[in-house]
């Protein structure tokens, strides 16, 4: 059975960072592109970063884009999501999830199947 479970959420001031952290069970993490997306409340869920298969490259939207950086480590069946420089705008649920068959990263709900269920961050002073 296929799970996706993310942590490292909490509450920080403005400035702050936070790593979150996708643990992967259930399926061969190495064969797997991972995305993070977020959702604010009122909000659609928007793609925030995507790692590809071993790491070969990694994309980010616009608003993260030299403050977040995605990793993982495959032998810890782990990906991560370092978020710096964190501002009220970052306030949301973030989800990690399983790039689709077609393997390729794009910050679009469609290409990704399997979802984990959250972890909050809020940016507040």
């Known amino acids: 059975q296929t799970r996706l479970v993310e942590s490292g959420g909490g509450s920080v001031q403005p400035g702050g960072s936070l790593r979150l952290s996708c643990v992967v069970a259930g399926l061969p993490l190495n064969y797997y592109a991972i995305g993070w997306f977020r959702q604010a409340p009122g909000k659609e869920r928007e793609g925030v970063a995507c790692?590809?298969?071993?790491?070969?490259?990694?994309v980010y939207a616009d608003a993260v884009k030299g403050r977040f950086t995605i990793s993982r480590d495959d032998a810890k069946n782990t990906v991560y999501l370092q978020m710096n420089s964190l501002r009220t705008e970052d306030t949301a649920s973030y989800y990690c999830?399983?790039?689709?068959?077609?393997?390729?990263?794009?910050?679009?709900?469609?290409?990704?199947?399997?979802w984990g269920q959250g972890t909050q961050v809020t940016v507040s002073s």
């Open positions: 790692i590809e298969k071993r790491g070969d490259s990694s």
């Open positions: 999830a399983t790039v689709g068959p077609t393997g390729v990263c794009r910050l679009r709900q469609d290409y990704y199947d399997y």
